[in-house]
């Protein structure tokens, strides 16, 4: 079948649509040309415009950061003056999301920069950059007051609502140790005290709804223990032979869903979180690598230069490798991966079968942003270098279907989805939220 050419016109909108960027492995040239057809039928008029999609604007200022979550955006505003050692009150107003309801004002008294802000309660937590050696802390403010309930040295990794616990971490690298607490959420006491081995490293492992439900430390001799967050109980213990690289090299634990892995150059061993019982082991290289637990029944091993290689999560076989994929998540039967090619980072936003790493198409300069959502799609973001303007989108893995639902415009780049709303900051620091819709299903 030969090329097939459609003269478009012109498109008199104030920017046109991003090209169709998803593309199979094989050519599909009648599909691409019916959707040629669609986007004639609506540069033409037969299809009725929706109106543009008018966001809610939340003002701020140059220098306020911003942290979004599932329900909630935060902006703290920007220190009077640059880094300061002194303490400053920064002030953290709280909007609901989608709505960009204003909740509450809370003054934090705070030092240096903002890491991260959450809401247990009715109080608002904030974590912040004590000085420039690494130290940190962080304070729990009684939402929409200055009344600071507690303080702890330390930063705050989660917090579990239901079991009233704040998992934090303290890096003291000028005293040479690493404490994790888990710290009654009312009142800021420890509930207990972990003291990481000097010779070992501690993780997090066993999420449910963003909480860590262990810690799992290993040392270099051997021993591995893994420790209730809620409690600070400790569940399961085991000591291990361990080779002469761990003592040289350093030792490697990384969580993988309902399984650790602990190992070092050449050599790993999977073991159950739940008792530390052995379950596969292979010669896998875990050093230099970063771990990504939930790839469709595997586990992805990414090099940080790139490349990933994928193993079974039940019997550590190996499934297949590749040096183009940087990074991956699961969207139902498939795994959705960015590339490493080209001058525009992660690119390109493809679509591969976990089991074989099979190509199936890919989105092109498309950028993925948030979660997957409940019908398997996800939001896609497209932007060109030195523009102002972001298109959304729904991204289908499964048939590879694009479909643009407006575009954000006045922007800095700086956008964040959730399932409901894309936030961007605006080129005047102001913040604006879009509700992703979708103009043919939800009108």
């Not at 109106?51 to 902006?75: C, H, I, N, S």
């Not at 934090?108 to 809401?119: H, R």
């Not at 888990?182 to 081995?197: A, E, F, H, S, Y």
């Not at 600070?232 to 080779?243: E, H, I, S, Y």
Request: proline share 6%; charged share 20%; glycine share 12%.
């Amino acid at each position: 079948m030969g090329d097939v050419v459609i003269d478009l016109g012109e498109l008199h909108d104030e920017q046109p649509l991003p090209p169709a960027p998803a593309h199979r492995p094989a050519p599909f040239r009648a599909a691409l040309a019916g959707a040629a057809v669609a986007l004639l039928l609506l540069v033409s008029g037969s299809v009725p415009r929706l109106p543009p999609v008018t966001p809610t604007v939340v003002a701020a200022r140059l220098g306020d950061a911003m942290f979004v979550e599932k329900d909630r955006l935060y902006l703290v505003s920007a220190p009077e003056v640059g880094w300061v050692t002194a303490t400053q009150n920064r002030v953290v107003s709280t909007y609901a999301l989608p709505a960009g309801t204003l909740l509450s004002r809370t003054t934090a008294a705070v030092t240096g920069g903002v890491l991260g802000v959450t809401s247990a309660g009715d109080a608002i937590l904030v974590s912040y950059q004590v000085d420039t050696l690494g130290a940190e802390a962080t304070v729990a403010v009684e939402a929409g007051t200055d009344h600071a309930r507690w303080r702890a040295p330390a930063r705050l990794l989660s917090v579990s609502r239901a079991d009233n616990v704040a998992l934090l971490r303290e890096n003291s690298p000028q005293f040479g140790h690493l404490d994790w607490y888990g710290v009654d959420l009312t009142t800021g006491r420890n509930r207990w005290v972990l003291r990481q081995p000097v010779l070992g490293y501690t993780t997090e492992a066993g999420y449910d709804d963003g909480f860590p439900g262990r810690l799992v430390t290993a040392t270099v001799a051997g021993h591995l223990e893994v420790r209730d967050t809620v409690t600070g109980r400790v569940t399961a213990t085991l000591d291990v032979p361990a080779p002469p690289t761990w003592s040289r090299r350093g030792i490697t634990v990384w969580p993988a869903g309902d399984l650790v892995l602990v190992g070092g150059l050449g050599d790993v061993t999977a073991y159950d979180l739940r008792d530390l019982r052995e379950r596969w082991r292979n010669d896998l290289d875990l050093s230099g690598r970063w771990v990504q637990p939930d790839c469709a029944g595997g586990i992805c091993l990414f090099g940080y230069r790139g490349g990933v290689q994928v193993v079974d999560t039940l019997t550590g076989a190996f499934r297949w490798s590749s040096e183009r994929w940087t990074w991956a998540e699961p969207t139902g039967r498939y795994l959705l991966v960015t590339g490493n090619e080209g001058l525009e980072a992660r690119y390109p936003l493809a679509v591969v079968d976990p089991v074989t790493g099979e190509l199936h198409g890919d989105f092109g300069t498309w950028r993925s942003v948030g979660e997957v959502r409940p019908d398997g799609t996800v939001i896609g973001l497209r932007q060109r270098i030195g523009d102002d303007v972001v298109w959304y989108a729904l991204l289908d893995p499964r048939t590879l279907a694009v479909r643009v639902l407006g575009k954000a415009t006045g922007v800095s780049g700086d956008c964040q989805g959730t399932g409901d709303v894309l936030v961007c900051r605006g080129l005047d620091a102001s913040v604006a939220i879009w509700p992703l819709t979708d103009p043919v299903t939800d009108r």
